[in-house]
């Protein structure tokens, strides 16, 4: 009865408080963050990239406000007249259904950065769980892994995507597209994180962790993935880029559903409705610019991350 | 009887040219708060010898034959899971190379709980108080406790080390080289450290060295390994000072001696033999100056020359001694 009026009492205070130890911890991790953060902004091509996506972000973010306040017009409202040419009033113009065309690459931006923003957490996610088991305990589990592993990466992912599209049939809802392409996308991180974990599980401070009496899980969890886990971040941030090209991609080949407008459903309109052929230079090359910039933001602050992270590439 | 005792142990490894016989037979008893030094040159199974005690053998290691008694138990033969509970909070490690031992994106402090919460139920406070008294043990300062590996010194790190080994209050300390790779000077305060600790804490300690001058410092009782064999063992004294066996004789002696004439001591000539066919007879045998036609043909047991002074040599035999 003793002993286990002692557990109890050791579990329930273990959930309460201990405000003190766990606001130490959160100073650490608010002081990490800031650190990162400060290297982050001080790096020339992160600090560039940070605000590249801090200003397409909060402008997505924005979006609704600003369309309310009559700073931007409806996109979807068809009152204007057609094929309208740059103006004060419609900066890109109108496009084939009188539709307002910046209020439309604005709008679209909230479609694209949600699905490079989820799809990669999914591919990080599935790649760092695979990356684990198979560089952790190897033999057959990593051979059947890496098998399917060098299938998905001998696969061209175009047509990956595309046949998944015909499978699920017709046009792609938004929420298939992100599953699809966190599912298709996870091949490369789990190759980095795989390599990584084969040379830090020999290190002798997982032996030291063992002989302390830690378990597999303990193991993994709190001394091998804390030393992957840079690298995976990193990869993260540059797989968004892909795998918003890789939605645009799908859009602009017609396989999504235009009522998530995102910049590859304005780009497959323009060129079904032959943009260039007619002079509507705006239409094609507004979305396509924003796409290179948010993209360009991202790979650009992932290298920089790369760079800070990566103890390897550091300069001392 | 004594606390850890191991008897006749043999650790194999299986490697793709064939069996490596990295430790055969070899037997000692370590006391209560005793230190006993395992020395040897590298490759001859003190590290092995060691790692088998808790079982902690890379994964082509197995013990093959012979036991570890410890408090009623074989530690040779338990489950896994028992064997967790022993790791740390009765045998503790600590590491050869406090750099690497030390995970460097995890703080000193976290890493020095980690063992205490593993083992005893206890909130993270209680954890981070037991963290802050020994590193003051130690010698380092709490307030530096949150800082990560990088950030401290080499002697820092082994004594960061020394805190985690003792971070459960355990009876034996296995100590692998605790001192190389480290400067004179805090070589000598890491060693003094330890002493200290021995005494304030009743602990005992198996020291592994390649240094004689380390283990003639700090322990009481000494196995000179060769060729994963118990060449001698005894105390301390009687092995340095009346060395039975050629080996031992040749490995103090190739020790300079700051009084004596300056010239380079003398060495053992040859290497240790390939533990995959270990030769037939004393494994010693090939490079012995004082080898006779026996020696090349039986395995010489361990004899006792004077009260617990035991050498495996066939020299020492009573029989052809009188």
Redesign the interface.
Known sequence: MASSFTNTNFWLRRKLGFTEVRQEKFRLAAHRLGEVTWAVMKHRMGGIGVAILVFSCVLALLAPFLTSSGLLANPEAKIYPAFLDPSWQHPFGTDFNGKDILSRVVWGSRVSLLVGLLASVIAAVLGTLVGLASGYWGGARDEILMRINDVFLSLPWLALLLVVAYILGGRLSLFVIIFAIGVTGWNFTARVVRAQVLSVKERVFVERARAAGAGEWQILRKHIFPNVFPLVFANTILSVAVAILSESTLAYLGKTDTNNLSWGVILQEASSNSAVLIGKWAWIVMPGLALVIVVLGFSLLGYALDEILNPKLRER | MALLEVDHLQTYFDTRSGIVHAVDDVSFKLEKGEALGLAGESGCGKTTTALSI?R?LPKNGRIVGGSIRYMDKDLALVKDSEL??I???HI??V???AM????????ISWQIA??VS??D?V???EA?DRVDELLELVGISPARK?EYPHEFSGGMRQRAMIA?AL?CNPKIIIADEPVTALDVMIQAQILELLKQLREDLDLSMILISHDLSVIAETCDKVAIMYAGKLAEYGRCRDVFLDSQHPYTQGLVRSFPDIYGPRDLPPWIPGQPPNLLEPPVGCRFAPRCHLAIDVCTKEDPPSYETDGGHLAACTLCDPARRR
């Open positions: 808790i902690l967790r509970r790791r740390w909070k503790a490690i590491f050869q190379g690497n031992a030390l995970n460097p994106v995890k703080r980690e063992a593993i083992h139920q909130t993270k406070e981070q949150n985690m971070a």
